[in-house]
């Protein structure tokens, strides 16, 4: 899975809304995405669930090089169970390298979830990631010890999955979508 083409290198990010609006931490994400896109040579990608969410997928395409629309009356509302089953089959086809989430309430269910089905880790409340240079890991950084230390820990099985914590990253700017 290493030997993966810069090309089919995905960065997939999962959209949230508040309302009908999106959620500011899926800007957040979208910027770190960016940023990791960056590092590999790779593609910054979108995911949103939900119900009526085509008026959000065309928002959030200005932002990333490709975008998914999982839209259905059983992910109307959250549920960590079933979006996590339609996330990892979301995966299996689009074969990320990398997974983020927002380190929300909701996420705080599915991720955890998420990685149990695809057999991997996940690095929950990341402020800062980045890609280890020569071996292509994620290296999480994330406050431990009642936030008295910032501790890094390297994700060394795909797909890497991080949570990260709101207001701790740049939000994607309108002309970052290259």
Do not use: W
Not at 90 to 109: A, H, R, S
Not at 127 to 145: F, M, N, Q, R, S
């Amino acid at each position: 899975m290493d030997d993966v083409s810069p090309e089919h290198r995905r960065i997939l990010v999962l959209a949230e809304r508040e309302g009908l609006s999106i959620a500011s931490i899926t800007f957040e994400l979208l910027g770190m995405g960016r940023k990791i896109a960056n590092e590999v040579n790779g593609t910054l990608c979108a995911a949103i669930l939900g119900r009526e969410i085509a008026d959000t997928s065309v928002e959030i395409a200005h932002f990333a090089d490709e975008v998914y629309s999982l839209d259905h009356t059983l992910l109307e509302s959250f549920k960590p169970e079933l979006y996590a089953s339609a996330l990892e089959q979301l995966c299996q086809k689009v074969n990320p390298d990398t997974i983020l989430m927002g380190c929300t309430l909701d996420n705080l269910n599915l991720a955890p979830s998420l990685a149990y089905k695809m057999g991997v880790q996940v690095i929950t409340d990341c402020i800062d990631l980045a890609i280890e240079p020569g071996t292509g890991h994620l290296l999480c950084a994330k406050p431990v010890y009642g936030a008295k230390v910032i501790s890094t820990f390297k994700l060394e099985k795909k797909p890497y999955l991080a949570t990260l914590r709101p207001k701790t990253s740049e939000p994607i700017g309108p002309n970052s979508a290259s």
